[in-house]
């Protein structure tokens, strides 16, 4: 079965007890029970709902995994993958990512003892250098976030697998329309299924999936254990948005190619991180790695932090928000928002300039945005 009809059909059987085509939001938190004991496989909707249940499938079947697991934000999914960890192990991280988990790792997890390095996955030798006796996880993020660099999923599974380390990816970029870091030996997927998944910006969700049975029995129990799980509501509404997901990559994709040529051209741009440039460092990676080039792109401007917000404040269709992946077009300042949480020389070490915006590309009309675009560069 092919991806688009999975992302319809799989875990969505017409309801047994009605016959309706969309699966029904069961917002119950619990279920009778015949005896003490005796029930139809839900007794709590923290251990299980029909509603997640199915998105949970869905879910495992667009990663070519065997188990999904559905959270109630993205970071209560990374919080369980570092459930499988105990005090005193060592997790190398890829140094370009997300600030929420940058956070996590830095304010919650040290804290309970945990170590990370953070090093530049795109240089060959970064995982030997920072392996140490106490290494037991490697987390990644690709493309990166917010500069878009790519990793070599297949070195790092290799690496993980020789050192007999748990390796996961957090695939919420790329979307398993465009990478699936399991088929490439990877053993965690995670998302934020607020993003593109979900991708309407009308709900707070994480994933992740997985075919190793171990990682799973232990994931589910701390799902339950923890309880981060999403509503049935919220399950509805990503069910709802794998739908329509790969039909949204490819605009995401297009207007995403279409945006990041206008801006290599302008006079007023420094320079511009985008996958699918011929320019960008590891175009020959990606065309390898992915199916496509997702619906980021990220951009310097040749001006300083007071021409970086002027320009984002004359955008009209490009709103500026945190987050991204949903049908209508985003910008951020990583600095001042999404990655204000990095301190300022990381920050500046990493790359991460006061003149650098990412641009969530929208579905709308690509000479539109390029307009918005256009007329908001004149101010700066």
């Not at 040290?110 to 987390?139: C, H, Q, R």
Request: charged share 25%.
């Amino acid at each position: 079965m092919k991806f688009e009809t999975k992302a319809i059909h799989i875990g969505q059987e017409p309801d047994k007890a009605t016959g309706a085509v969309i699966v029904p939001i069961y917002q119950t938190s619990t279920y009778a029970q015949e005896s003490p004991g005796k029930h139809k496989g839900y007794e709590y909707s923290r251990t299980a709902n029909p509603t997640r249940l199915a998105l949970e499938k869905c879910l495992a079947s667009l990663e070519d995994a065997k188990f999904g697991l559905a959270f109630s934000s993205g970071m209560a999914a990374i919080s369980v993958v570092m459930n499988l960890l105990k005090s005193g192990d060592h997790v190398i991280s890829c140094d370009d990512l997300y600030g929420g988990t940058y956070r996590i790792f830095e304010k919650v997890y040290k804290g309970y003892g945990l170590e990370f390095t953070y090093v530049d996955m795109t240089s060959p030798e970064s995982l030997s250098k920072a392996f140490k006796k106490n290494t037991k996880m490697i987390w990644v993020e690709t493309p990166t976030n917010p500069l878009l660099k790519i990793i070599d999923l297949k070195k790092v599974s290799d690496f993980a697998r020789k050192h007999r380390l748990i390796s996961a990816v957090d695939n919420t970029f790329a979307t398993p329309y465009f990478q699936k870091p399991l088929n490439l030996g990877i053993d965690i997927v995670a998302h934020s299924s607020t993003k593109y998944l979900g991708g309407h910006s009308d709900l707070v969700g994480g994933a992740i999936l997985t075919s190793n049975q171990k990682y799973f029995d232990r994931m589910k129990f701390c799902q339950n254990a923890v309880g981060g799980v999403p509503g049935p509501f919220d399950c509805f509404l990503v069910t709802r948005g794998l739908k329509t997901l790969s039909l949204r990559m490819r605009e995401h994709q297009a207007n995403a190619i279409a945006v990041a040529n206008f801006l290599s051209t302008h006079k007023k741009v420094k320079r511009v991180i985008f996958p699918g440039l011929k320019s960008h460092p590891h175009h020959k990676l990606a065309r390898k790695q992915m199916s496509g080039y997702g619906g980021i792109v990220s951009f310097e401007l040749k001006s300083n932090l007071t021409g970086a917000k002027k320009f984002l404040s004359k955008l009209k269709i490009f709103s500026l928000a945190e987050s991204l992946g949903g049908v209508e077009s985003l910008a951020d300042h990583p600095a001042i928002m999404t990655h204000s949480s990095i301190p300022p020389d990381l920050r500046k070490k990493l790359g991460i300039s006061d003149t650098l915006v990412r641009l969530s590309v929208g579905i709308e009309n690509k000479e539109d945005l390029i307009e918005d675009l256009r007329r908001a560069l004149s101010f700066v």
